[in-house]
Every structure is written in C-alpha cells, then in structure tokens.
C-alpha cells in the first residue's frame, strides 16, 4: 500500500504565505510525477502544479509565478510553496502521485486526505 499524507495548511491573510508538504511512504520502488490538486466548495477539483521525476514543473496558469512545486525524491516528499495568497486560492488541497510500486505495479491515482487552506482577512 502507499500513503500520502498533507500538512501545512491553514488560515492566511490575502497577500500571505503557506508551505504545504506531502509524505509519501509505503510500497513504493518510484516516484514518477507528483503534485497538488485543489477542490474549491462547490468547484471540480484542479490541477495546480506537478512535478516529474527529473524535476520538471508544471503549473496553472492561475498561480503560475506565486506558487513553487519541489520534490526530495531521498524522502519521498513534495512540496509547495504557495505567496501572494488570495482568496481565490481557499480550497482543500490534494496531494496526488504515479508511483510504481515494489510488485512492479503503476499507478497513477494514488491521493492524500487533502489539507484545507484558507485565505482570508
């Protein structure tokens, strides 16, 4: 089995920051792409950035140049360095990565519980 657990969320101010971790642990023989989604109440859930396994990023256009995606592929972690929070950005944010795992099976839809992040004043 492989687990991701989130961490880091939590009440900002518009304008503040955040830094959201996610731990992966578990069966895992590699780590393909990981990132974050988020789901927004009553909105579909959406990407907001990944990350390959060479360290490729890619980001919504939504919070391209606010917001940092980074992996430690030694500690099965990924993170996210979320500044210039708006409001827009209040959502539940889910950690999703493709991993293979040590019986050789991928797959791709393996997610965390989610983390809340909520900015407001």
């Known amino acids: 089995q492989v687990q991701l657990v989130e961490s880091g969320g939590g009440l900002v101010q518009p304008g503040g920051s955040l830094r959201l971790s996610c731990a992966a642990s578990?069966?895992?023989?590699?780590?393909?792409?990981i990132g974050w989604y988020r789901q927004a109440p009553g909105k579909q859930r959406e990407l907001v950035a990944t990350v390959t396994s060479g360290g490729r990023a890619n980001y919504a256009d939504s919070v391209q140049g606010r917001f940092t995606i980074s992996r430690d592929n030694a500690k099965n972690m990924v993170y996210l360095e979320m500044i210039s929070l708006k409001p827009e950005d209040t959502a539940v944010y889910y950690c999703?990565?493709?991993?293979?795992?040590?019986?050789?099976?991928?797959?791709?839809?393996?997610w965390g519980q989610g983390t809340q992040v909520t900015v407001s004043s």
């Open positions: 999703n990565a493709d991993v293979i795992t040590t019986q050789f099976i991928r797959r791709r839809d393996y």
């Open positions: 578990g069966t895992i023989l590699r780590i393909n792409g």
